[in-house]
């Protein structure tokens, strides 16, 4: 699809990354190859954070089109994780910050980049990360439309909404970080299988073991937020990448003043090291959910830039799991936290089946229809 050069520009006497893409195609092939070369030009050409890579310029030479882009002197995440070793609980939670703030500022911007993945993301001797590639990012004013049944993402670290083929929003960069980091803190992925389809099947139908059953020292609050993370529903997660970021910086900070206590499962994990099943209600209700975003409702769901997180994400299911992961992150070290620490929280939604009202409405409705059998048949 394309070739990445190192390159050196002679008027500012820099190293640059060239992305190029051949556009030899023929009729509209080539005129959709091209609007979402401009697609993507746009989305990253309008970011301008520390976390995420720079563009410096695109142009078109012949049949091929080329993005300038600075040049990064690191490694892919994806190298760190090829020893299936866990990274160390300061530098994997920092990474997972530095991502989510990366990740808020598109966000906000409308840009969603829905293809977060440990080849995507770099990492600078200095420890700062940066994300690249928004090849599949969508700008949410954008006409260009991805074509029909195309899955966008990679299957690893694809969202339950990604999978099901439906719309995907920020959310999916929150549930897909959210694999990355149970990777990090674990030392394997969350989700694993034999195949593609395999990985895909437990992303929708399997809850895996919390991080700290895998690795003893993962702290509670870690499991508490990778959890909140990996809701199936896109509803149970947090909400916003800004509110995540807020709760990785506060774990990051009391980890940094107290030594990681033992990990205990938090609710939303299977128990145990292995995956289990998610509940059929659960599960049902996921995959037989429609499509209901529009452009102008995913805009509106957007946080507003002036008004940064502050506390623990709305999207919990109970007030006791909010305070619960409050205390967590925000209690100062070495201090007990206000909650009881037996309280249960659930960390994505309950299930609901009918009530009272309905189970007699549909009685009535199968007497009435009874009562009109009857009729018919003696009439």
Do not use: C
């Not at 083929?165 to 149970?182: T, V």
């Not at 002036?306 to 209690?331: C, K, Q, W, Y």
């Amino acid at each position: 699809m394309g070739v990445v050069y190192k390159a050196h520009d002679p008027v500012l006497d820099r190293l640059v990354a060239i992305k190029t893409v051949n556009m030899a195609l023929e009729g509209s092939e080539a005129a959709q190859y091209a609007a979402r070369f401009q697609q993507e030009a746009r989305a990253a050409g309008g970011l301008n954070h520390p976390n995420i890579v720079t563009v410096h310029d695109i142009g078109k030479s012949g049949d091929v089109a080329y993005m300038a882009m600075e040049y990064i002197e690191g490694v892919e995440l994806r190298s760190l994780l090829n020893a299936g070793q866990p990274l160390p609980l300061a530098q994997a939670v920092s990474i997972a910050a530095q991502i989510a703030e990366g990740l808020a500022y598109a966000h906000e911007r409308g840009v969603v980049h829905r293809d977060i993945k440990p080849p995507n993301l770099m990492v600078l001797p200095t420890g700062l990360v940066k994300i690249t590639d928004f090849g599949i990012a969508r700008m949410r004013s954008s006409v260009v439309q991805t074509q029909t049944g195309m899955m966008m993402g990679s299957p690893k670290y694809m969202s339950p909404e990604q999978v099901t083929g439906q719309r995907a929003d920020h959310r999916s960069d929150i549930f897909s970080l959210g694999i990355i980091l149970y990777e990090m803190l674990a030392g394997a992925a969350p989700f694993a299988g034999e195949s593609i389809t395999g990985i895909m099947y437990q992303i929708v139908n399997f809850a895996p073991p919390a991080p700290s059953t895998v690795k003893l020292d993962v702290p509670e609050v870690l499991d508490a937020i990778v959890a909140k993370m990996l809701v199936k529903s896109g509803d149970g997660r947090y909400q916003s990448t800004a509110e995540l970021a807020h709760d990785l910086r506060a774990a990051e900070h009391a980890l940094a003043g107290a030594a990681p206590a033992a990990g205990v499962a938090a609710p939303g994990f299977a128990p145990g090291a292995r995956p289990a099943p998610v509940g059929d209600e659960e599960k049902n209700a996921l995959l037989a959910r429609t499509v209901v975003h529009s452009r102008a409702s995913d805009a509106a769901r957007l946080p507003e830039t002036e008004s940064p997180a502050h506390g623990v994400a709305r999207a919990f299911d109970s007030n006791e799991a909010t305070m619960r992961l409050a205390a967590l992150t925000i209690v100062a070290p070495g201090a007990a936290p206000d909650v009881d620490p037996s309280a249960a929280t659930v960390l994505r939604p309950e299930p609901r089946g009918w009530g009272r009202r309905d189970s007699l409405a549909m009685a009535l409705a199968a007497l009435a229809g009874v009562a009109v059998g009857a009729l018919l048949l003696f009439a």
